[in-house]
Every structure is written in C-alpha cells, then in structure tokens.
C-alpha cells in the first residue's frame, strides 16, 4: 500500500548541532511534499515544501533533499535551537497523507 | 493576518452525543481539509472541499461523520452519536489552491466521557 513514513520516532541534538529528519514515501508518481513541525497543543507550521522536478530546496537555517530514485526525501536543520524542539512531519500531497511525525529534542 | 481559526479549542461530551466542529479558513482559500490526530499519531485525513466541487469525503471513518462547508468558507464538522474512540484532536486547514501549502488551525481537542 502507499505509505508516508519516517524512520525513527524520536532525535536528541546537541544544540548548536545539524539535524537530519528522514522520510520515505512509496507513491512513485508523487510530485509535492511538504514537511512540517508542530509544537505541543499546536497545528502544524509550515515549514518548505518541494516538488518533484527539483532535488533541492534551501530556506532559512532548512534545506529539504528529494531523492526520487530510492523515494526518500530529508529535512536538515542547520545550528540546531531549543525553539526547534518539536513534532516534525513529512506529507505527500497527492493524496494527502502525512508521516506520523519525529520528536526532535534539543539539549541545552 | 487572520489564520485558520477553529471553535471550540476544547469539547468534553458525552458518548452519544452529537457535536459539531466549527473552521474559519483564511480569507480567500478555496481549498479546505479536515483532518483528525489521536495521541502520539500522525495527521488521518478526513475530507477535503475545493472550491464548488462534490468534497472528497473518503476518509471519513464512518456515517456518524459528515461535514459541509457553507458559502465556500467557513465549514462544520459533525459527529453524531460519539464514540470514545472519537477522542482525538480534529485540525482544519485551507490552502489557496490545491496542491498549495495547508495553514492549518490549532485545532479542537474532543474528549468523549
């Protein structure tokens, strides 16, 4: 079946540290992905998007990575903050299905 | 601006009750989805309106959930006869289009007794 799914469910960073969140998706045709952080009692925040057509995508302090050859995609956090500390999710959009999330704690 | 705005943040009722969900989108989207998350879990969809089209209503669990959206905005979430595994934390988003980044609410945590 088509699945959205990430690796592991929880990361501990240093502070300061980069981060890398991983995602698989099994949907070959899938062109849109988004990731996502929600904080506790929260909706999810935006927080870059990619389409199929590139490999790369950089935004502030966050740079997402597709590779549509083995289906992964990854988001990669740059000097790691305590305000990052969050649920992070990958979804699909093609048919609207999102990760179960990683819990991303940052030690002080 | 204005984001997505849901009422009431918290609803605490009794199994077989029916309650209703209310989402404000932003201004001008025409896409709106529903989606539910219980503890610890990932976002399950429910529904999705776009615009004046028939709403995709395929993950909707059962027939004890409905939904509608008046007017193309502001839309109603339904459920009746509640079950405690109805408990869980119902978000709404909107996007401009589809296929466009969702802006989603902070959502309604719904507690069945």
């Known amino acids: 079946g088509e699945s959205v799914g990430l690796h592991l469910p929880t990361l501990s960073v240093q502070e300061g540290d980069n981060s890398i969140i991983n995602c698989a998706y099994s949907n070959s045709a899938s062109d849109y992905f988004i990731w996502y952080k929600q904080e506790s009692g929260k909706g999810p925040q935006f927080i870059i998007d990619?389409?199929?057509?590139?490999d790369k995508r950089q935004g502030q302090r966050v740079t997402v990575l597709l590779n549509k050859t083995v289906k992964h995609l990854s988001l990669q956090i740059a000097a790691t903050q305590p305000g990052d500390s969050a649920v992070y999710f990958c979804a699909e959009y093609s048919k609207l299905t999102f990760g179960k999330g990683i819990t991303l704690s940052v030690r002080p | 601006g204005a984001g997505v705005s849901q009422s009431p943040s918290n609803k605490v009722t009794e199994k077989g009750k029916d309650v209703e969900l209310r989402c404000d989108p932003i201004s001008g989207h025409t896409a709106l989805y529903w989606y539910r998350q219980s503890l610890g879990q990932g976002l399950e969809f429910l529904i999705y309106?776009?615009?004046?089209?028939?709403?995709?209503k395929s993950g909707l669990p059962s027939d004890r959930f409905s939904a509608e959206r008046t007017g193309g905005s502001v839309s109603t979430l339904t459920i009746q006869r509640t079950q405690q595994e109805d408990s869980a934390v119902y978000l709404c988003a909107s996007s401009l289009h589809s296929n466009q980044p969702q802006h989603f609410g902070d959502g309604t945590r719904l507690s069945i007794l």
């Open positions: 309106f776009q615009g004046n089209s028939a709403p995709d």
């Open positions: 990619i389409r199929s057509n590139m």
